[in-house]
């Protein structure tokens, strides 16, 4: 499966749509992914987990419409910043007092535009969160309570708040077989030392998620570091992110290899 647009543009959920997974005459019995990182692992090592792996993402945005005018006279608008501001902190407060602190929610504000003159209040200001989740439940409730709040804070200041919650990609949940005969695998091939178990899931997101909906499978990630100490290395999105390609033939001798096991075993 040679994805494209997997950063944020669906590239699985149109190959999908395309039928790649009944391209072969029938549908795949099983599905494997393999994500290589710049820090996190030590170089060569895979490592997977049963069950939700990685969270479900989606966007969130708001733009706060107000009225604008002179910075001398702020009585005279009606200023969206403080409005926008408001809403950006009260999102926090939702986390952290509408979930329970056993069901993982992250939202992160990453934009935040509004005015041009430190001394004119401007009409509108906006800004887009990502949204992390693990559950459906969670998402609903996550999905209403924010854009109610959103609305609801913007009109207790006279204000509008034009607010979109997108769904971007679901979570990425392993079958605990599927991941079992992941790091059977590993061991076989490459020695007990070349896995490590997700002590738990990460807040990152992946559209690989999408397959695994249609079918049972396990994603994996793969250490790709430069650094003795992965630690001490820039994430996969920094822009000093540095990955190390002497570890690519393992990752492909692998991924073949659970083909064939995974063909010979049968379905």
């Not at 950063?7 to 009944?22: C, Q, T």
């Amino acid at each position: 499966m040679f994805q494209p647009g997997e950063e944020g543009h669906d590239g699985a959920k149109h190959m999908l749509a395309e039928g790649v997974l009944e391209a072969a005459g029938r549908k795949v019995d099983a599905a494997f992914g393999l994500h290589v990182m710049s820090d996190r692992l030590p170089r060569g090592v895979f490592s997977t987990k049963p069950g939700p792996m990685m969270a479900a993402v989606s966007g969130l945005f708001v733009n706060v419409v107000g009225k604008g005018g002179h910075g001398s006279r702020p009585h005279a608008t009606l200023d969206p910043i403080p409005v926008a501001a408001e809403i950006v902190t009260a999102l926090q407060t939702l986390v952290t007092r509408r979930f329970s602190v056993f069901e993982p929610i992250v939202i992160t504000v990453g934009t935040f535009h509004a005015g041009t003159r430190h001394n004119i209040v401007p009409d509108n200001a906006r800004f887009e969160a990502s949204v992390r989740t693990f559950s459906e439940e969670a998402l609903a409730q996550v999905e209403t309570e924010s854009v109610r709040l959103a609305e609801d804070i913007a009109a207790a200041h006279g204000l509008t708040a034009e607010v979109r919650f997108n769904r971007e990609d679901p979570a990425t949940i392993n079958d605990a077989n599927e991941a079992a005969f992941i790091a059977e695998t590993v061991k076989d091939l490459f020695g007990e030392e070349r896995y490590a178990e997700m002590p738990e899931p990460v807040m990152g997101s992946e559209d690989f998620s999408r397959v695994l909906e249609a079918v049972p499978g396990s994603y994996m990630f793969y250490g790709a570091t430069v650094k003795d100490d992965p630690n001490e290395a820039a994430s996969n999105h920094s822009p000093r992110a540095a990955f190390d390609d002497s570890v690519l033939a393992d990752g492909a001798a692998l991924l073949a290899e659970l083909a064939v096991r995974r063909m010979n075993r049968g379905y």
